[in-house]
């Protein structure tokens, strides 16, 4: 099986602050790499798939990048709303899509 | 709009059973693999299970594998999660989620809003 690995597992940022979120998987999964954001009490929101590509109507603040087995999620000037835990989920070993252990985005 | 809303959650004792379904509307239900994902109490995500869109194919997570059973009723755009021999580790917030392509990428784009599993004595 294929492990997700996601650092660091919280951070704390400001307001308009760059942030970065990594992900890395146990073998080369190429770019089939996907991106949630998830709020407490909801539903996770895709945010990217295919390693880099914006899901429709998700702010472009948000990117994505990487290949092979190493990927990041970049907000770049974070806002109120962004406060979230944000997980990656490899798509490459389907039908199992697993998720990386996850990252929650805190207020400093 | 795509709507995907989950039912059948409760408070259930080890070793029992229980069947939540996930009815969707807004979308062609019958063109569409459906996966149910599961999040134990302050936890992070977890992958339970996937049918395929004509119900021919399904896949389980090990942790699962032989005490649930998942499937599909096109004619009624539900998807279902029969869960037998429930255990304490089971306890958790079932999501349905709808899985799209682009080419040979998948991903979720839509998600119920969940059910809750407790399993208690």
């Known amino acids: 099986d294929i492990q997700m690995t996601q650092s660091p597992s919280s951070l704390s940022a400001s307001v308009g602050d760059r942030i970065t979120i990594t992900c890395r998987a146990s073998?080369?999964?190429?770019?089939?790499l996907n991106w949630y954001q998830q709020k407490p009490g909801k539903a996770p929101k895709l945010l990217i798939y295919a390693a880099s590509i914006l899901q429709s109507g998700v702010p472009s603040r948000f990117s994505g990048s990487g290949s092979g087995t190493d990927f990041t999620l970049t907000i770049s000037s974070l806002q109120p709303e962004d406060f979230a835990t944000y997980y990656c989920?490899?798509?490459?070993?389907?039908?199992?899509?697993?998720f990386g252990g996850g990252t929650k985005v805190e207020i400093k | 709009q795509v709507q995907l809303v989950e039912s059948g959650g409760g408070v259930v004792q080890p070793g029992r059973s229980l069947r939540l379904s996930c009815a969707a509307s807004?979308?062609?239900?019958?063109?569409?693999?459906m996966h149910w994902v599961r999040q134990a109490p302050g936890k992070g995500l977890e992958w339970v299970a996937v049918?395929?869109?004509?119900?021919?194919?399904?896949y389980y997570a090990d942790s699962v594998k032989g005490r649930f059973t998942i499937s599909r009723d096109n004619s009624k755009n539900t998807l279902y999660l029969q869960m037998n021999s429930l255990r304490a580790e089971d306890t958790a917030v079932y999501y349905c989620?709808?899985?799209?392509?682009?080419?040979?990428?998948?991903?979720?784009?839509?998600w119920g809003q969940g059910t809750l599993v407790t399993i208690s004595s």
């Open positions: 049918i395929w869109y004509d119900g021919s194919k399904k």
């Open positions: 989920q490899q798509s490459y070993s389907t039908p199992a899509l697993t």
């Open positions: 989620a709808r899985a799209d392509s682009f080419g040979d990428y998948f991903y979720f784009d839509y």
């Open positions: 807004g979308f062609i239900f019958s063109n569409y693999g």
């Open positions: 073998q080369s999964i190429s770019s089939y």
